[in-house]
């Protein structure tokens, strides 16, 4: 079956660190880019994060720049998101999502499959 | 950063009816557009991409158009399940940007 699992979402302190997980399973997973979304409470969808298939080109959105990594093991067709320095707004479903094409097919940044999320909480 | 704005927030119509939703970008994002529909406590679902082209699955009734700064996606006949909120997304630019969302309801 084609899907995406989140995990590693919880409650945390302002300040604390906290490392999300996407497995991936039933699709090439080495050969797409992967991103990560989140929702805050009754809010809508923020892009988060991008990467690319090999792992060499991020790109990260102004809030999280310089606080959260992301990081891929095809090996183990997972996608990470380190997230440091934590802070009462980055509270949010965070979703991880894969591009529509293969990496260079096509054009990428449309995501056509997406995770159930896991929820991050951010409060003292 | 490329702002887009959706109209109207909230569109309240009955089974049946055509649905037509628009979003707006602050400068051109050519045809680098997509929809994506969200149903409560669910992941968003990939509508259409490039302005215009269904994603794989995606019934007929569901259709969209635009190019530039200005798009539209069209429900032509609501089906109960259609009733959920509705975002459009541009990938012309870092960063990738969704708009507010329309909440279609049940009238």
């Known amino acids: 079956e084609v899907q995406l699992l989140e995990s590693g979402g919880d409650l945390v302190q302002p300040g604390g660190s906290l490392r999300l997980s996407c497995s991936a399973s039933g699709f090439t997973f080495s050969r797409y880019a992967m991103n990560w979304f989140r929702q805050a409470p009754g809010k809508g969808l923020e892009w988060v994060s991008s990467?690319?298939?090999?792992?060499?080109?991020?790109y990260y959105a102004d809030p999280v720049k310089g606080r959260f990594t992301i990081t891929r093991d095809n090996s183990k067709n997972t996608l990470y998101l380190q997230m440091t320095t934590l802070r009462a707004e980055d509270t949010a479903v965070y979703y991880c999502a894969k591009d529509l094409l293969i990496y260079g097919s096509g054009t990428p940044w449309y995501f056509d499959l997406w995770g159930r999320g896991t929820l991050v909480t951010v409060s003292s | 950063e490329i702002v887009l704005t959706q109209s109207p927030a909230t569109l309240s119509l009955s089974p049946g009816e055509r649905a037509s939703l628009s979003c707006w970008a602050s400068q051109s994002v050519d045809y680098y557009l997509s929809w994506y529909q969200q149903k409560p406590g669910q992941a968003p679902r990939l509508l259409i991409y490039d302005a215009s082209n269904r994603a794989a699955g995606i019934p007929a009734r569901f259709s969209a158009s635009g190019s530039g700064t200005d798009f539209t996606l069209t429900i032509s006949s609501l089906e109960p399940e259609d009733f959920a909120v509705y975002y459009c997304q541009q990938r012309r630019n870092w960063p990738l940007t969704f708009g507010g969302g329309t909440k279609v309801e049940i009238k």
């Open positions: 990467l690319c298939d090999r792992g060499v080109s991020t």
